[in-house]
């Protein structure tokens, strides 16, 4: 699946606890939905982050510790965007 990313993005804030945002943008919806698959396949209970997608993008916002102030303030950002 990889040579069906296009575009990729990670970023990693620190506040109280490091917060991270990896995004993709794949050639489809498909390979999304798949790639989507296979990671929580690999990470069925992973509670440290959660996943959004939309169409041919998809992003996995995550934390390290907890869930802070910042976390949800870029939650939200991601949201209104991702729609």
Not at 28 to 33: F, K, N, V
Not at 37 to 52: K, V, W
Request: glycine content about 6%; proline content about 1%.
């Amino acid at each position: 699946l990889i040579q069906s990313v296009k575009r990729g993005l990670f970023c990693v804030y620190e506040d109280q606890t490091e917060i991270g945002i990896y995004g993709l943008e794949t050639d489809s919806e498909e390979t999304t939905r798949q790639i989507l698959n296979n990671i929580e396949a690999n990470y069925p209970n992973d509670e440290s982050g959660e996943f959004f997608q939309s169409g041919k993008i998809l992003i996995w916002l995550w934390h390290d510790r907890a869930k802070t102030n910042s976390y949800n303030e870029l939650k939200k950002l991601i949201e209104v965007q991702i729609k």
